[in-house]
């Protein structure tokens, strides 16, 4: 199996190492020609309005958003949540469109406000699972179609729809594999790790 990683800003190589340590092939993003024979994308953290700029300076917005309306496997951690979003409060600019999804961005505060909480998410492990949050956008709505996978304080911050999942949290900065695992489970057609 073969995953990409959007390699514009945010925890690429940190991404890279948790598929490879699962035992799957991790590649960088850059250009369209990365794009070949990938069988699932992880848009990291960063800042969405730069990454949002730097996708359409590449060229590369459309034939990413055409590959997931094609049913490609993406996760978007942080900004790439917002990257995926149908709405975005207080703004008009979207970017790939693809997950009914309305969020608030730096819900969370400054990087000043930046935590670590713990959770149990029953769908991706039984285990208590760090959750880091840094400058973290929260999803203020949901589609009919959209599984919330957590809440933290009433807050929506890990979804999935269909082979889309979101996270408000950088799973790739803690030593837990839990959401890596599960997305890689996401992007085989069997849906089970091989």
């Known amino acids: 199996m ?22 799957a092939e991790a590649v960088e ?17 960063g800042e969405s309005t730069a990454i949002g700029k730097i ?6 917005l459309k034939p990413i958003r055409e590959k997931i309306l094609s049913g490609l496997g993406v996760w ?25 999804i309305k969020v608030r961005r730096n819900a969370y505060g400054s990087q000043i406000d ?34 919330v996978l957590c809440e933290l304080n009433g807050n929506i911050v890990a979804a999935k729809k269909d082979k889309i999942l979101v996270t408000s949290f950088h799973p790739e900065l803690t030593e837990n594999l839990s959401f890596h695992k599960y997305f890689l489970s996401m992007c085989n057609n069997q849906g089970e790790l091989q």
Not at 2 to 23: A, M
Not at 29 to 45: R, S, T
Not at 55 to 60: A, F, Q, S, T
């Open 2 to 23: 073969k995953i990409g990683v959007l390699s514009i800003q945010g925890g690429v190589i940190e991404h890279i190492k948790h598929i490879e340590s699962l035992g």
């Open 29 to 45: 993003i850059k250009n369209i020609e990365d794009l070949q024979d990938i069988d699932g994308l992880i848009l990291p953290g």
């Open 55 to 60: 996708l359409k300076e590449r060229n590369l």
């Open 76 to 100: 978007g951690t942080c900004a790439g949540m917002i990257l995926l979003a149908e709405k975005i409060e207080n703004e008009n600019n979207t970017y790939f469109s693809v997950m009914d």
């Open 114 to 147: 930046s935590f670590e909480q713990e959770a149990v998410i029953d769908e991706i492990s039984k285990e208590s699972i760090p959750l880091v949050f840094i400058r973290a956008p929260y999803i203020t709505e949901v589609g009919p179609e959209v599984e």
